[in-house]
C-alpha cells in the first residue's frame, strides 16, 4: 500500500469530520479496514461514516452481537461488521461478505480477524489513543484506488 497518513483528531466531533469526508469519497465495492484497541474509536468513525452517507441520525448499534448491520435502500448499501467474535477467517462468508464485497461498503471492524481473506483494496484506518481523553490518531494507509481519492491535506 501507498505511505501512511497520520492524522490527529482532538475529539469526538473531529472523528466523525474525518467519516463524514470518507462518506462522501467512498463507492461501491469499498472496504475500510477499522483498526485498533477497544475503545480507540473505530464503532464512532463507523457511526458517523453511517449517518453521514446517509444523511441521517438514524440510530447505529454495534454489530459487537450480530457481528454485521447493513444500512440503505439505495445501492451501494453500507455493511457493518465487527469480527471481534469470528472464531475462524471462513466464518466471515457466513455473514454475507461475498455481496458486500461485490457491490455495498464495507465498514469492517477488526479486519485481522479475516486474515488472507481481507481484500488487498482497501482503506485501512488504524486508530490510536490519543494525549487527552477524546483525542485520537488515526494512521490511513490506502490502497492505489483510495490513494487517488484522498488527496492531502484530507482534514
Known sequence: MPSALAIELPSEGATAALAARLAGLARAGDVIALKGPLGSGKTTFARAFIRARLGTHEEVPSPTFTLVETYGSVPPQI????LFRLERPEDVWELGIEDALAGGISLIEWPERMGALLPRERLEIEFAFGAA???????????????GRIGDPLV
Open 79 to 82: 455493511w457493518h461488521f465487527d
Open 133 to 147: 481523553p477524546d483525542a485520537r490518531t488515526a494512521v490511513l494507509a490506502p490502497s492505489p484506488s483510495w490513494a
